[in-house]
């Protein structure tokens, strides 16, 4: 008889989600689901706006990485007018959009994938968050972690306006420009950045890779699966958060594809399933073959791992040293260790507080020509960056007045849905035997998602059938009063 193990909600992540495990007659794992029931819908509503509106809409996507979507909206919108920046408001963009991945990227290292290491793979549930991260490394060091992001977030409010949902992007620049104060408090902060990353990275080390249990999690079959990756690079195909060219790699390193975000739409589609609002794209000259890894299966993955393994190295030489280390001890590049994902962030960084320092100590930072104002009318326009969760796209089309007529988004975690679904169902498979499910086994099962650092509140796009929804009226004492709902069975 057929035995349904749920984990409702599940935790660590941004947006909500569940997984359904169900059990053979032998206790063992038939199937597993990463089901994600929440619907955002912004394509839609957006419709009818102004263009010159989209990077102060789209931010309200989410509460967790709204500077990516700032980002990608307003360099859309730049597309949408045919207007370039000035070199000084792309380095201030760039800072802004550096301060936010690093500060991101410290976010889930320490409050959200961290405590499953530095706690402990199967601690007590009560100990793997946060608190029990400070309780395992010292008050000095969460007071460390608090402070970088407190300084760095810092940058996103003076030149953004405010840290949540950003006001900085414009048609063809920014808002505001540097002062001198701004920029010797800015220098320091990136300054210090760098060594909170160095901080970073050695704690993983010392925590992490002196375990040999954690290490041979890492490089473990459970949490493997050899897919396509996908990445911003610049022009020498390294890393690159705020722009570039799209390029893809197949399961054996080779470059598969690269192209302008302006041609996505002839590399990706996405595929849609009944039982989720999230869509789940694939690599069009592949094709959707289901929920399969493997060169012929068009499933690509994104984010820090993808990133790195898309590329041909980081574009600073701290983190290029860090970058050779991690792919030296996983065995070569590509690697294909989902909670390599975890490394790979921490590379990224540093590569971020590096790439700050150098965007500070340009001298065309503090020029006064900050925007070019539009003069064409607009039409299409397409903007990509890559958010801490992977490849952004933000694309528009709009009447010859600015308003939108259309909009497409595909979000850093929908690039990484199918990969999700096929890591929790190999992870469930892998750990969960003769029925034996543990608390700490489930949470095993959850890290598979969790590497991924997804965000389902921005990833929610699709709407393939009804909406079910179940309302239920409870009295003071917990007593079901009335229970209302619709389209359930």
Request: charged fraction near 25%; charge should be neutral.
């Amino acid at each position: 008889m057929t035995k349904r193990v749920t984990i409702d909600p599940i935790t660590r992540l941004e947006g909500h989600g569940k997984i359904e495990i169900f059990l053979d007659d032998k206790g063992d794992v038939a199937q597993a689901y990463i089901q994600v029931p929440e619907l955002r819908g912004f394509e839609k509503f957006s419709e009818g706006r102004m263009a010159e509106e989209m990077p102060r809409i789209t931010p309200k996507i989410c509460g967790v990485c709204p500077t990516a979507h700032h980002m990608a909206s307003t360099k859309a919108v730049d597309d949408l007018y045919k207007v370039e920046p000035p070199r000084t408001a792309r380095l201030i963009r760039e800072l802004v959009y550096n301060a936010f991945m690093l500060e991101d990227h410290a976010l889930h290292f320490y409050f959200l994938g961290g405590p499953d290491f530095v706690v402990g793979l199967e601690a007590p549930k009560a100990e793997r968050n946060i608190l029990g991260v400070i309780g395992k490394v010292g008050l000095e060091t969460g007071g460390k972690v608090i402070d970088m992001r407190k300084r760095v977030r810092n940058i996103i409010t003076t030149l953004g306006g405010r840290v949540i949902h950003p006001v900085l992007g414009l048609p063809g620049g920014v808002s505001r420009g540097l002062t001198p104060e701004n920029r010797e408090e800015f220098a320091k902060t990136a300054k210090d950045a760098v060594e909170f990353a160095r901080f970073s990275l050695d704690l993983f080390g010392s925590v992490v890779l002196k375990n040999k249990t954690y290490v041979d999690t890492i490089v473990g079959d459970v949490y493997k699966h050899r897919t396509y990756y996908m990445g911003l690079v610049d022009e020498a195909n390294k890393v690159s958060f705020y722009d570039g060219d799209i390029r893809v790699v197949n399961p054996s390193g080779k470059e598969f594809a690269k192209f302008p975000a302006r041609d996505y739409l002839k590399h990706v589609a996405e595929h849609v399933e009944t039982w989720s609002f999230v869509k789940f794209p694939y690599l069009k000259a592949v094709g959707w073959k289901g929920f399969v890894d493997g060169e012929k299966s068009g499933i690509y993955r994104v984010a820090p791992l993808a990133r790195l393994n898309a590329s041909d190295g980081m574009a600073t030489p701290k983190a290029q040293a860090e970058h050779d280390r991690m792919y030296e001890t996983l065995g070569g590049k590509p690697a294909h260790n989902t909670l390599a994902y975890h490394w790979a962030r921490l590379v990224e960084l540093l590569y971020a507080a590096e790439r700050m320092v150098e965007l500070v100590k340009d001298p065309d930072i503090m020029g006064t020509d900050i925007r070019t104002l539009p003069t064409q009318k607009p039409s299409e326009g397409v903007g990509v960056v890559e958010a801490p969760r992977g490849t952004l796209i933000h694309h528009f089309k709009s009447d010859e007045r600015g308003v939108i007529t259309q909009a497409n988004l595909i979000v850093a975690t929908v690039n990484n849905a199918p990969a999700i679904c096929m890591s929790v169902e190999r992870a469930a498979k892998g750990l969960i035997k003769n029925g034996n499910v543990s608390d700490g086994l489930l949470n095993m099962v959850e890290m598979a998602f969790r590497a991924y650092d997804p965000c389902f509140a921005c990833a929610s796009h699709a709407l393939p059938g009804r909406t079910p929804l179940v309302v239920e009226i409870r009295g003071a004492d917990g007593t079901l009063i009335r229970r209302l709902s619709q389209f359930v069975d």
